[in-house]
Structure formats: C-alpha cells, structure tokens
C-alpha cells in the first residue's frame, strides 16, 4: 500500500487559513494542522501582541501558556502586504511557536518541522508552506528596517483559542 500523499491536491485546512478571519482561526488551522499531521495538542494558550525588538518575530517562554507576537512587526505586514500573505506569515510564526509550546525546544527541529507540518497539512505549494521552508526575513525584507520596541507592555488578545477554551471561558 502507498503511503498517502504529502501534498494534497486540495486541502480543508488550506481552505480555512485562506478563509479565516483573525488570529483564533488561524491558531485554529495550526493545532489542527499539528494534530494531523504529528498528533499531538496543547490547549488553553493565550496570545499577547508586544512592540518586541524588531529581530523577533514571536516567543514563547519555556513552561508559559501565551504566545506573544511582535506587533511592530504585523503592522509593518498589514502596510506592505496583501492578506493572504499576512495570514500564512501568521500561521507560519503562530506554527512555531506552537510547536515550542510542545516541546521542539531546538529551533533548526522545530523549522524542520514546521516544514514538514505546513506542506502535509495545506500541500507543498501554499504560500504558508513555502514560507515554513524559507527565512522569513528574506521572504520580507521590509521587517528588517522595522523600528524594535523593548516588549515591556504585552496586550492579551481576547477570544484566542476559543475551540479550547469556550466550554470553561466566556
């Protein structure tokens, strides 16, 4: 029997993240997207926008629950560049950061695996899946000349992962 596809033709998951809407449906796409591929879920985690230093992208701080995005940096993406590339950047530094919250400590495995996550969930020629492969900062050399913050304010974004949270929060 052949191993199924690596790249599908046609994907929900891809669907979704070209539909979705803001931050909790793209993070919806990623630990679906995990959850298929690797089958492995983290639930509850929130996420903060900070103005971090303008050569990080996001974090996650080991034993945390919330994944802070550099602000600053989505900003510059919504002034320079269309949606859909905005969303699969989002789902690309959102996918990271998930995967460090499961464990894949070592950032060259976990950019291996994100790769791997991205093309089998939403096929190999998906914005997002090219960008997993890539570096983001050739991809968007204009988040070089992004001015940095010192990340000492973090804002909660409200209503993230609400498929994981909505039975206990309201």
Do not use: C
Not at 25 to 42: N, Q, T, Y
Not at 63 to 92: H, K, M, S, W
Not at 125 to 134: D, I, N, T, V
């Amino acid at each position: 029997m052949a191993a199924p596809p690596t790249t599908p033709a046609w994907s929900p998951l891809a669907h979704r993240l070209d539909e979705a809407r803001d931050y909790d449906d793209i993070f919806a796409v990623v630990r679906d997207s995990v959850r298929k591929v690797l089958g492995r879920e983290r639930v509850g985690l929130g996420l903060g926008l900070s103005d971090l230093p303008a050569q990080v992208g996001a974090y996650w701080q080991i034993t945390g629950n919330i994944i802070v995005l550099n602000e600053r940096l989505i900003q510059v993406l919504d002034a320079t560049e269309p949606l859909a590339q905005r969303r699969a950047y989002l789902f690309v530094v959102l996918l990271h950061e998930y995967l460090h919250s499961l464990g894949y400590l070592n950032e060259g495995q976990d950019r291996r695996v994100a790769a791997e996550v991205a093309e089998r969930a939403l096929g190999a020629e998906h914005p997002a899946a090219r960008m997993a492969r890539g570096d983001l900062w050739q991809i968007f050399p204009q988040l070089r000349d992004a001015s940095g913050g010192d990340g000492q304010r973090v804002r909660i974004v409200r209503g993230f992962d609400s498929a994981a949270t909505s039975q206990y929060i309201r």
